[in-house]
């Protein structure tokens, strides 16, 4: 056993109320520069939607991610093999126009404009190129558009869902949709990391943040095309990538990432998994009906006396072993089992886990008048009525295994059931009792989801290990010499003259 | 003969200072501040691709320009490297047709990639928004020193065979620091240019995008897959 400490996330998707909050903390600290305008290193898409780059799960277009060949785990886009031909052009790569183009205002139009009849316009001009340009997409273009034929229409998850369910997700009473904030998962096999030629990319061991090495990266594109999520980002002003960083300086000094800080909805939790890295290949290389357990196969019991005795032996620090002991991403992934991993059929084996929406489960209009079907006798409501149909939740979350989202979907409802039965009493305790067995639970455990889902505190949803970075220091020389020297950190020394 | 002697005595110096002070020049000057950029400026190592912003005329470019261009530095480095052995292989006519047609054909590759990336840079309004002074500047000098090259494949038949018995002599003396220009200083004008304009390429490569050829990603094919760096071990590759 290898075990290893991995900083993870839960996304509670019924609770995002899609305000773009986090995606703009993001942007005004880390992608505000020139070269970077258009990436979104957190973005929050509308499902069904088409999402940001335009597509971006339709892997037959983007060849993201590994590919079981064999008995032998594969990069999609590229290989030692093949880099020679990709290295001159990359036919998986997309472009700007698969994000969009970078736009802002000519704003002194409006104080320059001679005085007139008309009011001043301020025109939209490029950020690329300074000119003059006719937007064409944005990175929330279809926000909200859920119903829409132009947009929502192609989502790749589509392709499960029948004709007569499509219908029906497109008509005007049945219009639902949910948000799907994304980041970059710090997966465990990450295929951003394996494709990079020049090896700029790794992940840090001692928390599994992965990361762009500025000075390595030469451009050659490959993690862009690699990555199936695409939270990798050319920068196309330095040459160079970049991508999420899970606030690293942030946790570091022991502060939640900002897009995580600035959560208004409080969907987000962090905390510390321990997971054996010896059976990471294995695990990837599962057939796809498996995978979803298979990667919580590989999260381990941080309250086991064998994992722990392991966790110390692999180096891991006892805070952080006491960390992971009190982390809710190990309740909602591995204990209480209503957290999932996006789309794990691209094989990355992310570490960003997202509860499913509920959403108003049913609706259905009869006699013209609108009903939100919530009655007590149709707490079981057959899962095939909801307003999201369940095959478009499996493409997401469960490689399409409908029986395991309604595993899920059950235990939500049960909760939801149990506390409307225990606090509002419209619905009788014997019926509510009766769904939480059904829903494989019981009343503590719905107690522990509910308070972790409703009323957690900042320090509940965070669980930020110690990340020890002082000790970075010491492989090189004594930290207090180098504190001395330099301050903390790797910059170059203040140094006088040459 | 001592070339630096003959100009000392009355001939003209100009070739001794193109073809013999030149190059060793252009050699300081291509080490020292390669060296100097990847220790001071190792960010701007970069090959700045621009496919991500105009997708489609790159590949009629990119593609055909490294190709032809890698295929032709390779016949040069052999015809330096073996000469004799390539004076062997040529000493049968068709066999030296075989080398010269491949060797034409490869630098009507690099031609048409090259043009294109020019016309790819002048004519897109967001690559002219990444084009630096230096892109234009060398992008003009490699199409001269194309042109130049097919113009001596045209005009000075069978530079194969002579590369290997007059050039690359020169150049050994070059490297054995007992300069001898003289039989090169009698080669025909369009021989004369391609070589000072291989040294005026290797005089501003290092403030180019060019650099991106040094750090070609050779170490990919035998690293682990996976990258794991540690704070207080090692960095090593890991798991797979």
């Given amino acids: ?498 | 003969m001592n070339s630096l002697l003959q100009a000392e005595t009355g001939g003209l110096p100009i070739n001794d200072v193109l073809f013999v002070v030149t190059p060793y020049v252009v050699l300081a000057l291509f080490f020292t501040m390669t060296i100097w950029r990847y220790v001071k400026e190792k960010f701007s190592y970069s090959s700045y691709s621009s496919q991500f912003l105009e997708n489609s005329y790159q590949f009629w470019g990119s593609v055909p320009w490294h190709y032809g261009i890698l295929s032709l530095l390779a016949g040069h480095l052999i015809a330096f490297a073996l000469p004799r052995e390539l004076l062997w292989w040529n000493s049968v006519p068709a066999r030296l047709y075989i080398i010269e047609l491949s060797a034409l054909i490869f630098a009507v590759v690099t031609l048409i990639g090259l043009v294109n990336l020019i016309i790819r840079r002048a004519i897109d309004s967001r690559i002219r928004a990444v084009t630096s002074k230096m892109d234009v500047i060398i992008l003009l000098l490699l199409l001269a020193q194309v042109g130049t090259g097919i113009w001596v494949a045209l005009t000075a038949r069978w530079g194969s065979s002579w590369f290997a018995a007059v050039v690359t002599p020169y150049l050994y003396s070059l490297f054995t620091f007992s300069p001898d220009a003289s039989a090169v200083v009698n080669l025909p004008w369009s021989i004369k240019l391609h070589i000072l304009g291989a040294y005026l390429i290797f005089a501003v490569f290092p403030f180019t995008r060019l650099v991106h050829v040094l750090v070609v990603p050779n170490h990919y094919l035998w690293r682990r897959t996976q990258v794991v760096m540690w704070n207080k071990r090692k960095a090593q590759g890991a798991e797979q």
């Avoid at chain 1, 942007?27 to 780059?53: C, S």
């Avoid at chain 1, 939209?124 to 990175?139: F, H, L, M, N, Q």
């Avoid at chain 1, 991403?329 to 499913?356: G, N, S």
């Avoid at chain 1, 509920?358 to 006798?377: D, H, K, M, Q, R």
Wanted: hydrophobic residues 35%; charged residues 25%.
């Fill in chain 1, 1 to 498: 056993m290898n075990v290893r400490s991995q900083v993870s996330m839960v996304f509670h998707l019924d609770k995002c109320i899609g305000c773009h909050t986090c995606s703009i903390a993001c942007k005004n600290i880390w992608t505000d520069r020139k070269g970077t305008e258009y990436m979104w290193f957190n973005n929050v898409e509308t499902k069904p939607g088409t999402g940001y780059p335009t597509q971006w799960e339709d892997q037959s277009k983007y060849r993201g991610g590994w590919e079981v060949s064999g008995s032998r785990l594969r990069l999609k886009s590229t290989g030692k093999a093949r880099i020679i031909t990709n290295i001159f052009h990359n036919p998986h790569l997309p472009t700007m126009d698969d994000y969009y183009e970078p736009w802002t205002y000519k704003y002194e139009d409006l104080f320059n404009a001679p005085a007139g009849t008309d009011q001043p316009t301020a025109l939209p001009i490029s950020k690329v190129t300074g000119e003059y340009i006719d937007i064409k997409a944005g990175p929330n273009w279809d926000d909200d558009l859920s119903g829409s034929p132009i947009y929502a229409a192609n989502d790749p998850n589509l392709k499960n869902v029948t004709e007569e369910q499509r219908q029906q997700l497109q008509a005007i009473e049945r219009l639902v949709f949910f948000y799907f904030p994304r980041i970059c998962n710090h997966c465990l096999n990450p295929a951003c990391v394996a494709s990079c030629p020049s090896g700029a990319l790794y992940k840090r061991g001692e928390d599994g943040i992965v990361l762009i090495n500025q000075k390595r990266c030469r451009a050659w594109r490959s993690c862009v095309a690699a990555c199936p999520y695409k939270k990798t980002y050319y920068n196309w002003s330095t040459g160079k990538s970049e991508k999420c960083l899970l606030c690293y300086p942030r946790l570091e000094t022991g502060q939640a990432p900002a897009c995580f800080h600035s959560c208004v909805g409080r969907i987000r939790y962090l905390g510390v998994l321990l997971y054996d890295a010896d059976k990471i290949e294995d695990i990837a290389k599962l057939p796809p009906e498996k995978l979803v357990e298979g990667q919580r196969d590989l999260i381990l019991d941080p309250n086991d006396p064998a994992v722990i005795e392991a966790a110390r032996k692999s180096g891991v620090h006892e805070s952080v072993i006491e960390s992971a002991q009190r982390s809710p991403i190990y309740q909602f992934v591995k204990v209480w089992k209503i957290a999932l991993p996006p789309h794990i059929e691209y094989r990355t084996l992310p570490m960003l886990y997202y509860v499913p929406p509920l959403l108003p489960v049913l609706g259905s209009s009869a006699n013209n008048i609108y009903e939100n079907g919530t009655n007590a006798e149709a707490i079981f409501h057959p899962f095939d009525e909801t307003r999201v149909p369940i095959s478009y939740l499996a493409s997401l979350f469960t490689v399409g295994d409908e029986a395991k989202m309604r595993y899920v979907l059950r235990k939500l409802m049960a909760v939801r059931t149990f506390k409307r039965a225990e606090t509002v009493g419209d619905i009788p305790m014997a019926v509510a009792l009766e769904a939480l067995k059904l829903a494989d639970t019981t009343e503590a455990e719905a107690e522990e989801i509910y308070r972790m889902t409703a009323l957690p505190t900042f320090a509940q949803r965070f669980v930020i290990p110690p990340m020890h970075r002082e000790e970075a220091i010491e492989a090189f020389k004594d930290p207090q010499d180098h504190k001395r020297a330099a301050g903390f950190g790797f910059m170059d020394a203040p140094k006088r003259g040459l």
